[in-house]
C-alpha cells in the first residue's frame, strides 16, 4: 500500500509541473481544439522491486494522429506507427523526476532489473525498434545487439537473477512475405474465400505472427544468442533461473467458425543452452487449466474433479481430488478446493524438504 501511494503522489506532482499555471483571477474561456490535442495523459509503468523508482510515459492526444492501424492498414501485422512521448523516472521519495532522454522520442516497454538498477525498454534506430539498457546512476544507455537477419518483436524481459533479457524475434523475410500477404488480400483481386483451405487467409494471416524466434542476451558477456529457432510457436519464455524455455504449440487444426478461441496446446520444454532435445510435458491442454509456479518449473491443472501437480523432473504429475487450484505468488506452496466447503494448502516435495 506504502508503494502504491508513492506512485500516486509521484505522478500527481509530475502531472501538476506539465500542467500550465493558472494565475488567480484569471479569466476563464471555453476550451477550445488546441486545448483539446494538447491534453496531456500519464501512464505508469514499472515500479523497482523497493518502490522508490517509478516509470512514467506522457503524451498528448496529436501524438497519435496520423496513425492508420484502424483503417487502411487494418490487419496488417507488419505495420507500426511511431507515436513520440515523453519518457519519466520519478523518485517516490522526492517526487523529483528526470527524462530518460533528452527529447521526445518514441519508446515502448520499460521494466526495471530485479535490483532497480536498470531499466530495459525499446526505442527506434535507424527506422527499426530497438531494445536498449538504460543505467539510472549515469543515465546511459546501451544497445543491446538483435542478431543479424532479424527483427524485435515486442517488449524484452528480464531474468529472475538480472543476468539475462530474453527476446523475441522475426526474420527479415518474415516481415517481407507477410507484408506481401496482406497486400494480396487488400488491392488483389476481389475473391470469395471458400474455405478450400485449412485456415481462411486473413486467419492464416495472423497464424504468422507464431511464426518467431527467441533470443537470450546475457548481461556479463553483451552478447545475444538465438535460444529458439525461427518456429511456429503460440507462445515462448525463458524460466526465471534462464536454464529453461517453455514453448507452446497451437494443435488447432482449421479455422473455427464459431469463435475465436485460441484451440488446444501441446506444451514443450527444452534446455536454454542448447543441450539435449525438446520434450513434451503436457500432449494437450484440452479440457485443462493450466498453472504455473513462479520458478517456471512446476506446474498444475485442474480436470474434471482432480488437481495434478507435477515438475519438469517428473514423469507424470501427482493427482489428487480437488478443483480451483492456484499458486502461491512466491515459493512452491498451493492451496485448491476440495469439496464445496474445505480448502487444502499444501506445498512441492521440493519446498517441504527445505
Known sequence: MRNSTRSVAALLSLLTAAAPRVVAQQPTRAINLDDMVNSVSASVGDLTADGRWLVVRTSTVKDGFGSQGGTYHFGDITYRYDTPSDLWIIDTKTGDKRRVFPDRRTTAGGTWSPDGATLVLTTIVNNEVTPVLWDRANGKTKTIPVPAGFLLDGAPSWSEDGKRVSMTLHT??????????????????????????????????????????????????????????????????????????????????????????????????KAADGS???????????????????????????????????????????????????????????????????????????????
Open 172 to 269: 527479415e523475410e518474415w516481415r517481407r512475405r507477410s507484408k506481401a500477404f496482406f497486400d494480396s488480400l487488400v488491392n488483389g483481386p476481389i475473391v470469395v474465400l471458400d474455405g478450400k483451405d485449412p485456415f481462411l487467409e486473413w486467419d492464416e494471416l495472423g497464424r504468422r505472427r507464431d511464426l518467431k524466434a527467441l533470443a537470450v542476451y546475457d548481461v556479463a558477456t553483451g552478447k545475444t544468442a538465438i535460444a529458439l529457432p525461427e518456429a511456429r510457436y503460440a507462445s515462448a519464455e525463458l524460466s526465471p533461473d534462464g536454464a529453461l524455455i517453455r514453448y507452446t504449440e497451437s494443435l488447432k487444426p482449421r479455422t473455427d467458425y464459431s469463435g475465436m478461441s485460441p484451440g488446444d496446446m501441446k506444451v514443450w520444454l
Open 276 to 354: 539435449g532435445t525438446a520434450r513434451v510435458v503436457i500432449p494437450t491442454t484440452k479440457g485443462l487449466t493450466v498453472a504455473w509456479a513462479k520458478d517456471g518449473k512446476h506446474y498444475a491443472y485442474t480436470k474434471e474433479k482432480s488437481v495434478y501437480v507435477g515438475s519438469v523432473d517428473d514423469a507424470t504429475p501427482k493427482q489428487t481430488t480437488g478443483s480451483n487450484f492456484i499458486w502461491a505468488p512466491e515459493g512452491l506452496s498451493y492451496a485448491y478446493m476440495n469439496g464445496d466447503d474445505k480448502v487444502v494448502a499444501d506445498a512441492t516435495a521440493n519446498r517441504r524438504r527445505r
